[in-house]
T-cell receptor
């Protein structure tokens, strides 16, 4: 079936370190891919997205490239800040049973220390 | 004011109680969703409403009963829950269903439910 797999957290980094959070997916067809972020005590919000192969989504210094050959959508940031501490969710849209729906991974918690 | 408001933020209930969660969106969207967020598990889509009509019921037990009186309000009625139902319940809204809305859902802050 359709699914999203993320690396298990927590990921703990020092400020200004390089961040990678791995995400791979299984889906029929060519789904659109997303990263959502959940800051402490808040709901999820869209961070970035990519709708077709080789597209790069970017926002707030974060980037992710849609890799069809490896079915991956890894999230990267060159220099993290304490304010980036949050839970990050990879997600895809798939067409299933006559309906399009958003499927999320389990989430990866990021903790950034000064 | 956040676009999607959920109440209560925290709820503790016994297995024989009946309670309801409420969600209100101020964004003019026509689609609303309930998701369940449990620790170390992917978010689970429970219900979807589009223009007040239920378009998705993801094999959710009948002890969870949704209600959508209009496009701005969504309820989740709870009765005879089990301890394993303890989780964060997230409401979301979007303008149209995917892919028309390109996948952006706007989430509330969630209602943390504990079943004793």
């Amino acid at each position: 079936g359709n699914s999203v797999t993320q690396m298990e957290g927590p990921v703990t980094l020092s400020e200004e370190a390089f961040l990678t959070i791995n995400c791979t997916y299984t889906a029929t067809g060519y789904p659109s891919l997303f990263w959502y972020v959940q800051y402490p005590g808040e709901g999820l919000q869209l961070l970035l997205k990519a709708t077709k192969a080789d597209d790069k989504g970017s926002n707030k210094g974060f980037e992710a490239t849609y890799r069809k050959e490896t079915t991956s959508f890894h999230l990267e940031k060159g220099s993290v800040q304490v304010s980036d501490s949050a839970v990050y969710f990879c997600a895809l849209i798939t067409f299933s049973g006559g309906y399009n729906k958003l499927i999320f991974g389990a989430g990866t918690r990021l903790a950034v220390h000064p | 004011e956040t676009g999607v408001t959920q109440t209560p933020r925290h709820l503790v209930m016994g297995m024989t109680n009946k309670k309801s969660l409420k969600c209100e969106q101020h964004l003019g969207h026509n689609a609303m969703y309930w998701y369940k967020q449990s620790a170390k598990k992917p978010l689970e889509l429970m219900f979807v409403y589009n223009f007040k009509e239920q378009t998705e019921n993801n094999s959710v037990p009948s002890r969870f009963s949704p209600e959508c009186p209009n496009s701005s309000h969504l309820f989740l009625h709870l009765h005879t829950l089990q301890p394993e139902d303890s989780a964060l319940y997230l409401c979301a809204s979007s303008q149209g269903l995917p892919p028309d809305n390109t996948g952006e859902l706007f989430f509330g802050e969630g209602s943390r439910l504990t079943v004793l």
